[in-house]
């Protein structure tokens, strides 16, 4: 059983120099997965304007679009660049992350947003480095799993989680307890498809449960974290009107919905600006009010279609580091949308990961495109082997 | 590829497929099995009614020339409740912050206290917003609307306000607006009246105070509008539900002409400031510490002019008057400039009275066939026969000079006391049969006493003294004295002293400058006393934007007001032509008391008939210098008679041809001559023709 076809046409030489180069990355673009992005980013501006055309400031879908087109500079620039190249300055990659990463720890220097400090003031945008480290730990996981510098199977299994730990840690002095729990899903995610004993993977399991019990019995949280988390926990939420709060609309807003939705602009929740946080975080509350259940689903499909992609790209992927690259934004994509659409209906913790390509924001859009950038160039180059 | 990542990466599809799977559940069960009970737990949405006031209507003078005008203005407020979102901390940041933006502009009225006071102001509704300084420079409208997140709750609006395109002319007949205080609010009268128009009242809006303003507020007040809107948690406007649109009030026109108006309080202002610092021949000083002038249509009672002076700027009082400001134009020391003394003021009349007296003795038959026609004045006194016990039964001219033989007719040339103590006495002891009024009923008959009733807040009725009145008072206050206490009103009875007083205009007789130049009016059209006309017509404009009088802007809706007869004077036999020709004695005969003034001041064209008056109003305790009075009409030689009637009364400034006679007649020169020159606008580097200086005797 092989997916590999019988001929790489890259081992036989051209006869012709008029023969097409049939290998060349060019010809091998993800026109599905460019679609489903592009269709999400258009989603995204309509629920974007919806939730902030009566904002004070104005409507900010004109600076949406603006991410958006820079967000089509970044893709192009990260899928043209040869993926095993990149992975090949793994060790900057992930060097140049941690140093951000301690930088916007520094008092004066960031800018805190909710309580999290976790923010440089870019004037355009506000850039958050926990999302270009969740890029280069999925390289440098790709590098480190998918190569040989390491033979030493336990050793190698260490030094991942140590690669994995350590921006983790630092998202979470910030606190960015969603960031972390990104770090943490990508990890598992290429770990398990890296090839880690099944033995060693049920012990890690089991430390992460714990791990997970002890932080939220522990003072690394702050309060508003935990009662987010507490009022996931209970239906009845009496710690923390705040949290509880946030939740109940949200609920609101999408159940209220039904099945076709009040129509755009129309939703009485959102035009009411209930919801906190409605143009980021609860993006997903403004398509399931004013879209409904069709809307929420045909929302769903697309995600399907992209992940699907994703899937598909990691087992067309002509090596080891291909292949984990795309698990890597695979998880990345597949823990923000379902943690993003859970906390907006109720069934996750609130926190403050954003929907992939919907949320308004810059640093989260462009590290989307960046995320996909890198799974396109790998579909781009499968046929590639030289 | 070996198989270990083929199955995996298979296990990772089906983890994925499943969280797909159960976003959909959720979905399903949130959307579509329980949407009603959730929907019915959304938020209603939050209506919010939002009250504007409709701009006022404006007023005119008898020519349509503009007095208060409409303009926008910039004014900085704040939202309660948004600031209520804020801590204790943040929100004295952001009154410091305010204060200190406001400084920086030049505007220190506004301090942090201030604003604080403003904000918990309980008259104002959570939602509502509350001014905190209008007529803000535009550059602030520019800088809150760009720092909106750096000053929260803070709102710029911009709100009609009233302007004033003369200044201080005519300031006291205007009034002003400001805002409705708890009194007024609450005010049965007003409340009703405004109901009865439609327009009622919420606790921010403005009402009309003093003058026109005040008296016209049913006019003038727009019709307020109101619009309720869907809000979000916010405050955003999510959608206009219903709308009713505010209505600019009716436009009040004015009998005044604003260039008299100017004219009048210009010479007064002149020549009360030429006598001020001048000492009388007793060494009393000449204070004038006001004047007015009012001068009336006799043909049909329409006030021309109504000046007052001091004046004051109106546009001070726009958006609210300061402690200071409001002290200083209530200063009875700086002449209390908002009083309107045309109306207001209360002044003894002096010999002008004798108009009153005389009419009541001939009236009463005093000079009836078989009594004496005159009365020889050899010595300059008069003699009370029975004064019981009142006022010293030795009365004497003024100066003790003896005036000889006089008349009905030239007494009232020659202003003889002793004719009138004369008259007074005798009508006392005819009181059998004239009743114990005869004066005081003939001056009711000339307006005196009672109210015109012309449309200005704050208008006096001035005083006729009665013996009744004398009673009454003595009684209230002998219940009220504790034992051993003198009653402070000395007797009780009114005494033939008090009429030989009465008949001189002295004692306490009490009339405002405009009852006194109806009451000339009256005897100079010939008896028909009209009642003094202000207001002429109320009109609902098609553009208040545009000028009333522009040919486009023809009114929707006019309300006229006719003059008013009040009463027709039975002047029997010759009565009327024996006082008309004593009046023009007055000024025309060489031994008028105003001749000698007639001639040094030029006069004026056509003849001329009036009265001097000088009131005593000093005790010997606080010696004061005697009021100027003088009443003036004519010209009498006019094809339908006198055309101008005019009283000024300047108190602390000496005899009545002294200076209130020069003042009337400079006064009315240029509008009998027809070279009235127009009034100067706010703006207009142009004044008014100079006054040539009084010539002010000791």
Known sequence: MSVQPAHRPSELRPLDVRTPDMTAAWRHVDWLLVAAIAALTLIGFALIHSASRLFELGSLLPRQLLFALMGVGVISVVAAIDYRKIV????????????????????????????????????????????????????????????????????????????????????????????????????????????????????????????????????ALADYQRDRITTFLDENCPSGEAACYNVRQAEIAVSSGGVTGY???????????????????????????????????????????????????????????????????????????????????????????????????????????????????????????? | MDDTP???????????????????????????????????EGQQSQLRTVHEQGPRGRILDVKGRVLVDNRLSVVVGIVRDEVDDLNSQERSELYGALADKFNSYDIEA???ADIEDQVNDPRYAQFDFIPLYQDAPP?????????????PGIRVRRETIRTYPYGHIGASILGYVGHIDEQEYADPDIRQAAADEGKPYSKEDDIGKG?????????????????????????????????????????????????????????LKEHMSDVRGHRDKDGRIYRAPEGASAIVNPHNGEIIALASVPTYDPSALVGGISTDVWEELNDPASGSPLNNWAVSGQFPPGSTFKLVTLYAALENGLFAPGQPPGLEDSTGKYTIADCGGGPSCVRQNAGGVALGYSDPQSSLTISSDVFYYWLGDRMWRGKELLGETPIQDAGAKFGLGTKTGIP????????????????????????????????????????????????????????????????????????????????????????ATKAPTAPDNPPLATETFLPVVQDRLPFTENHLAVMQAGFEGVIHNGRGTANDMWSDYGGLPGRWAGKTGTSEAGTDANPKADGSVFALYGPVDAPFGPNFAIATIIPESGFGADTSGPTAVRTLRPLVEGNLPPAPKVGEDRDLPPVPPLDVKP
């Open chain 1, 88 to 219: 090949e300055k793994a060790v900057w990659v992930y060097g140049l992350a941690i140093v951000l990463l301690a930088a916007v720890l520094i008092p004066g220097v960031s800018k805190t947003v909710n309580g999290t400090q976790g923010w440089f003031d870019l004037g355009i945008f506000q850039f958050q480095p926990a999302e270009t480290a969740k890029l280069a730990v999925i390289v440098t996981l790709a590098a480190l799993l998918g190569g040989d510098r390491i033979a030493n199977r336990a050793l190698r299994l260490v030094v991942a989680l140590a690669l994995v730990g350590l921006p983790m840690a630092m998202v979470l002095v910030q606190p960015d307890l969603g960031s972390a729990l990104v770090f943490l899903f990508i990890g598992a995610a290429m770990l398990f498809v890296g090839g880690i004993r099944g033995s060693y993977l049920a012990a890690l399991a089991l430390v992460a449960v714990l791990g997970a019990t002890a932080i939220l019995n522990s003072d």
């Open chain 1, 263 to 386: 129509g755009y602009g129309r939703g009485p929740q959102t035009t009411g600006q209930f919801v906190p946080e409605q143009e980021t975080d609860f993006i997903f509350t403004v398509a399931g009010e004013e879209f409904g259940f069709a809307g929420s689903v045909a929302i769903l499909a697309l995600y399907a279609l992209l992940i699907w992609r994703l899937w598909y790209t990691a087992v067309v992927a002509p090596d080891q580091q291909g292949r984990l690259l795309c698990v890597g934004v695979m998880a990345l994509l597949m823990f923000h949308l379902f943690e993003n659409i859970g906390m907006s209906i109720g069934m996750m913790p609130v926190t403050g990961i954003p929907l992939p390509f919907i949320s308004y924001g810059g640093s989260s859009l462009l590290t989307m495109f960046a995320a996909v950038g890198l799974v396109l160039n790998v579909h781009m180059r499968q046929w590639d082997v030289s």
């Open chain 2, 6 to 40: 083929r199955l995996r990466l298979s296990i990772l599809g089906i983890v994925c497929i499943s969280l797909f799977a159960s976003l959909t559940a959720r979905l399903w069960y949130l959307q579509v099995l329980n949407r009603e009970e959730f929907a019915a």
């Open chain 2, 110 to 112: 506004l301090k942090r």
């Open chain 2, 139 to 151: 550059e602030l409208e520019l800088f809150f609307a760009e720092h909106r997140e750096d000053y």
């Open chain 2, 211 to 267: 003058g026109v303003e005040q008296s016209m507020e049913a006019q003038l007040r727009g019709t307020p509008g109101s619009t309720t809107v869907e809000v979000s948690r916010t405050g955003a406007v999510v959608q206009v539900r219903e709308e009713t649109p505010p209505k600019v009030g009716a436009d009040v026109w004015l009998t005044i002409d604003i260039d008299a108006q100017a004219w009048a309080e210009h010479v």
């Open chain 2, 456 to 543: 200005l807040a704050g208008e006096a009725g001035g005083r006729m003294p009665t013996p009744d009145m004398w009673r009454k008072r003595f009684d209230e206050a002998e219940k009220r004295l504790e034992p051993g206490e003198e009653n402070p009103w000395g007797r009780r009875n009114w005494t033939a002293g008090d009429s030989v007083n009465l008949s001189i205009g002295q004692g306490e007789a009490l009339v405002t400058p405009l009852q006194l130049a109806n009451a000339y009016a009256t005897i100079g059209n010939g008896g028909t006393h009209n009642k003094p006309l202000l207001v002429s017509k109320v009109t609902v404009p098609t553009d």
